[in-house]
Structure formats: structure tokens, C-alpha cells
């Protein structure tokens, strides 16, 4: 049994048994933003048509070695902006939840902003911040963004912020890797 099925598990009974006055706050999930709504903050009125990218395992190899972040689905939520970029849907682990991104790619693959759609975590929503989320901009996967180096951490969000620096790594890299030419 992993961390979440048995932290699921643990909330679950005790919810049952009339502790949910105890976990209450760390049982709630967030959803800031649609699709749609990302859509229309990150590309504005350009048009975007969704396009089906299937990564290869060798695509996904080279992705895991070129950033260091291992590549779990070979599927990608991806829409073509008729300039040229990109929108991706994308998971990172927080702490011990997902947390869902949007990600503008310009067509020369650097990034045009990030929004979080949905965050889990009861803590580190701060990770939500416009000025925190625009330390990302104008990242290519030419230079590997670091934490604390490139993009400054957050007290009390550090994995979250580590696991998103990791995410925009992976996403540039696959980029390169399999978005460019398409």
C-alpha cells in the first residue's frame, strides 16, 4: 500500500468515526482554474486545436535523460496554438498530492507562463502566486532551472516548488524532444 492509499484510508476512517473535525482541512482539494479558463488567460483569443501526442519509449528515454525527471505517461494533453506554441496539461507531486498545470510553450519552446488548476495539498499554496509562477518565463531547455538558483523556493512549499521546477524541466525537454517538429 503507498502513502496516499493509506493516508486516503487513515482520513477515510477516521471521517467515519466522526473525526473529520480533525482532518478536515487536510482533506480538501482546490480547483482554481478550468482548461477553458487557462486556455484564455495563457494564449489569450489565438486559437488552439488539441492535438494527440503519443510519446515513444525512446522519446521518453531521451526526455529522462536530458532533464533527470522520469516521464510516467507516454499521452500528453497538448493543443496547437495557431502561432506556433504550445498548451500542455500537465501532474506534478506536491507534497503527497497531485497538482495540475497548465503550461504555455512559445513556438520557439520557451515558456510563456504557468497556471495551477487544481492544488491538493493542505499547505504551500503559495506555489499559486502570479509573481512566483512568472520566475518561469522565458525558460528554454537550453538552461536547466534549479531551485533557489533560478526559481526561488517557497517556506513551507519546498517539494511543491522543487516537484514543479522538476515538471517544467521535463516539459521543456519533451518539447525539444517531440513537440518541436510536429
Same mark, same amino acid.
Given at each position: 500500500?503507498?502513502?496516499?492509499?493509506?493516508?486516503?484510508?487513515? +482520513?477515510?476512517?477516521? =471521517? #467515519?468515526? $466522526? /473525526?473529520? *473535525? !480533525?482532518?478536515?482541512?487536510?482533506?480538501?482539494?482546490? @480547483? %482554481?482554474?478550468?482548461?477553458?479558463?487557462?486556455?484564455?488567460?495563457?494564449?489569450?483569443?489565438?486559437?488552439?486545436?488539441?492535438?494527440?501526442?503519443?510519446?515513444?519509449?525512446?522519446?521518453?528515454?531521451?526526455?529522462?535523460?536530458?532533464?533527470?525527471?522520469?516521464?510516467?505517461?507516454?499521452?500528453? +494533453?497538448?493543443?496547437? =496554438? #495557431?502561432? $506556433? /506554441?504550445? *498548451? !500542455?496539461?500537465?501532474?506534478?507531486?506536491?507534497?503527497? @498530492? %497531485?497538482?495540475?498545470?497548465?503550461?504555455?510553450?512559445?513556438?520557439?519552446?520557451?515558456?510563456?507562463?504557468?497556471?495551477?488548476?487544481?492544488?491538493?495539498?493542505?499547505?504551500?499554496?503559495?506555489?499559486?502566486?502570479?509573481?512566483?509562477?512568472?520566475?518561469?518565463?522565458?525558460?528554454?531547455?537550453?538552461?536547466?532551472?534549479?531551485?533557489?538558483?533560478?526559481?526561488?523556493?517557497?517556506?513551507?512549499?519546498?517539494?511543491?516548488?522543487?516537484?514543479?521546477?522538476?515538471?517544467?524541466?521535463?516539459?521543456?525537454?519533451?518539447?525539444?524532444?517531440?513537440?518541436?517538429?510536429?
Amino acid at each position: 500500500m503507498d502513502r496516499r492509499t493509506f493516508t486516503r484510508s487513515i +482520513a477515510s476512517y477516521f =471521517a #467515519s468515526a $466522526g /473525526g473529520m *473535525f !480533525l482532518f478536515g482541512s487536510q482533506l480538501s482539494a482546490r @480547483e %482554481y482554474l478550468t482548461v477553458d479558463q487557462a486556455q484564455k488567460i495563457l494564449f489569450g483569443g489565438e486559437e488552439l486545436t488539441q492535438t494527440t501526442v503519443k510519446l515513444t519509449a525512446l522519446q521518453k528515454k531521451a526526455i529522462r535523460e536530458a532533464s533527470g525527471i522520469r516521464v510516467r505517461r507516454s499521452y500528453l +494533453a497538448a493543443w496547437k =496554438a #495557431s502561432g $506556433g /506554441g504550445w *498548451f !500542455l496539461l500537465d501532474q506534478v507531486i506536491g507534497k503527497h @498530492e %497531485y497538482i495540475d498545470l497548465a503550461i504555455a510553450l512559445s513556438s520557439t519552446g520557451s515558456i510563456k507562463g504557468i497556471e495551477i488548476l487544481n492544488y491538493r495539498e493542505s499547505y504551500g499554496g503559495d506555489v499559486r502566486h502570479k509573481r512566483w509562477r512568472a520566475q518561469f518565463t522565458g525558460f528554454t531547455h537550453n538552461k536547466k532551472i534549479r531551485i533557489d538558483r533560478e526559481v526561488m523556493s517557497i517556506t513551507g512549499a519546498t517539494l511543491s516548488c522543487r516537484h514543479i521546477v522538476e515538471g517544467m524541466n521535463r516539459i521543456l525537454h519533451t518539447w525539444d524532444i517531440a513537440l518541436r517538429h510536429i
